[in-house]
């Protein structure tokens, strides 16, 4: 018993003693750890130095130690600073808390209970998915923001699993969203060879871009912008409180564009008149416009009697005549190009120009003329459409979903550029695009979100430039003078209806109807007005004539829902659809 007392008491001291020597011999220990890091740090960074640079090191290092020597006090001064760095290098440091929290634990192991059913198969001898297991095989990274949401997440799935069916693949993705929160949009990166799938949350795309001189080249046209990492080029933008650099959705078009000609579809309100309208604005700077507001909402009234502005129509008679002068410039331009070039001569200046038709909801004027017996105004875009490209002729379609029976098979067929903007389903922008996007369609989107597809490339989020009527008086005033700034100058005085003359007075109109203020307030026969269209179309010398617009001494005004046309300073002839 004696024996055993002694024996602890000894155990005690010894105990005692050692931490005591531990609480003296603390700073060294500290110190000596430090430097033993510090050494294998620098043991490091010798072996990265090439060789044929380790001879000036050694020389430079070699001076500083001799620099030191011999200064007063330099070896004190060098001993202090070697332990000071090797105390803070040696300090203990708090361990970093490895793996999910508890949270994020319960969150993962219900992805991975969901994901069972359509990721495991019976027979399978080591299923990587199955109730019960665990999710550390199947998920190989993840992370989770401050929020405790999912960010992203690399999962592996089974080789038998069918990853090149887009049903299979859209039903995993669906999985994955509702599991892991509703109300973003996630990137679904699928790696066949690999067997992996990453899902990453995306950030909402920037909507404080509003219209504005891009730096881009000829034949090189905006249309929005979209994700950092989905195209290899940005644009200086202006946007919010200081400029930027932006990565943009760009559509090339021209001669050698594979994709010539755009089709736009959405919802009502989705934005694709704000689209056509931010088209116009760029295509002005290079080339002429000509427009059909199909709706007849006057979405496009600032754009009147502007330089380049061919036509702005939203009557069916006025669509017709304008048109059908597209369809036939069409032609002009490609036997003018095809006689130069016989000739061995350049093509001349007229058939370089670019020539924009921008069509806003063709389809409401094809019900108009199927009730009036007339012909569809689409019929007109099939000349373009084919030859446009050859011609510098580019056309541009926006309707929306609910008439997108009603376009014809050539606006179908050669229009290779999509867009779907506003909220629709995977399967709605897959019929337009011809491929599925990459990310999850969320049910609230604003104005002008969407998705962009030029031919074959790969399905793009695209967020249009905010482009408002700057005559609404619910838009932003900013972005109502960024629109006025990028408007061309007015050919035609606004409120007169007339061109203006040589010395920029308005022109004054005829005495046969027409008032003071060049304005006519009567009306005339339906029949003797589509007579007088069908007739500035086509000369009666065979030759084809200009279409309304500021361009020539012809302007259609849109007011109140009717057309109002002047022609060399004659009386207007009041254009009224039925």
């Known amino acids: 018993m004696a024996n055993f007392t002694s024996l602890a008491r000894h155990r005690d001291l010894v105990r005692t ?6 609480d003296v011999f603390h700073p060294l220990v500290t110190i000596g750890r430090g430097l033993r890091r510090l050494a294998t740090a620098a043991r490091g960074r010798w072996a990265e130095i090439p060789k044929e640079s380790r001879g000036p090191v050694l020389f430079f290092i070699g001076a500083c130690v001799l620099v030191v020597a011999l200064i007063p006090y330099g070896p004190l001064l060098g001993l202090i600073v070697a332990m000071a760095a090797g105390a803070w290098a040696g300090r203990e440091r708090t361990p970093e808390v490895a793996g999910p929290s508890e949270a994020e634990t319960e969150r993962l192991r219900a992805l991975y209970e969901a994901l069972v059913p359509y990721l495991s198969a019976e027979g399978d001898p080591s299923p990587l998915y199955a109730h019960g297991g665990g999710w550390e095989r199947a998920f190989c990274d993840h992370a989770f923001d401050e929020g405790g949401r999912l960010e992203r997440l690399q999962l592996r799935y089974p080789a038998y699993f069918t990853d090149g ?37 995306l950030a909402p795309l920037p909507t404080d871009i509003a219209a504005q001189r891009f730096v881009t080249a000829p034949g090189e046209t905006v249309l929005g912008f979209t994700d950092p990492d989905s195209v290899q080029r940005t644009l200086p933008v202006t946007g919010g409180t200081e400029p930027r650099d932006a990565p943009p959705v760009v559509w090339r078009t021209g001669p050698r564009s594979t994709e010539p000609h755009l089709l736009a579809l959405g919802q009502a309100g989705a934005g694709t008149t704000t689209l056509l309208r931010s088209i116009a604005l760029q295509a002005l700077e290079h080339g002429e416009v000509l427009i059909v507001d199909g709706a007849g909402t006057g979405e496009f009234g600032c754009l009147t009697g502007r330089r380049g502005v061919r036509a702005v129509e939203s009557g069916l008679a006025g669509a017709l005549a304008a048109l059908e002068w597209a369809s036939q ?12 070039r016989q000739s061995g001569h350049p093509a001349p200046d007229d058939t370089r120009q670019p020539l924009w038709i921008l069509a806003d909801r063709p389809t409401a004027l094809a ?37 997108a029976d009603l376009l014809s098979d050539p606006v179908r067929a050669h229009t290779k550029a999509r867009v779907v903007l506003g909220p629709a389903t995977a399967e709605e922008v897959r019929a337009v695009l011809g491929a599925p996007p990459h990310t999850t369609p969320t049910a609230a989107v604003p104005p002008g979100r969407g998705y ?34 990028l408007l061309p100058e007015r050919t035609v005085p606004a409120g007169t209806g007339l061109p203006a003359t040589a010395d920029g007075a308005p022109a004054r109109a005829g005495a046969d109807g027409a008032d003071g203020a060049g304005r006519t307030d009567g009306a005339t026969d339906p029949e003797t007005t589509e007579a007088a269209g069908a007739d500035e179309v086509t000369g009666t010398d065979g030759s084809v004539a200009e279409p309304v617009g500021a361009a020539t001494t012809r302007v259609s005004i ?16 009041l254009r009224a659809e039925g």
Do not use: M
């Not at 410039?329 to 130069?340: F, Y």
């Open 17 to 22: 003693a050692t931490d005591s020597a531990s």
């Open 558 to 573: 849109v007011k109140g829902g009717e057309s109002r046309t002047t022609k060399d300073g004659s009386a207007p002839a």
């Open 452 to 485: 962009a597809r030029l031919g074959s490339a790969p399905v793009l989020r695209l967020q249009v430039p905010a482009t408002p009527d700057p005559f609404e008086d619910c838009a932003s005033e900013a972005h109502q003078e960024a629109v006025l700034a």
């Open 165 to 201: 069916e887009d049903r299979s693949r859209t039903r995993i993705e669906q999985v994955l969203y509702a599991k892991a929160g509703r109300g973003r949009e996630y990137h679904f990166a699928w790696d066949e060879l690999a067997n992996q799938l990453t899902v990453t949350a």
């Open 367 to 403: 019900h108009v003329a199927a009730a009036e017996g007339r012909d569809d105004p689409q019929r007109w875009l099939q000349v373009p459409l084919r030859h446009g490209r050859a011609a510098q002729v580019t056309v541009v379609v926006a309707d929306q979903f609910d008439s």
């Open 329 to 340: 410039e069409t032609e002009r331009r490609l036997v003018a190009a095809n006689r130069a």
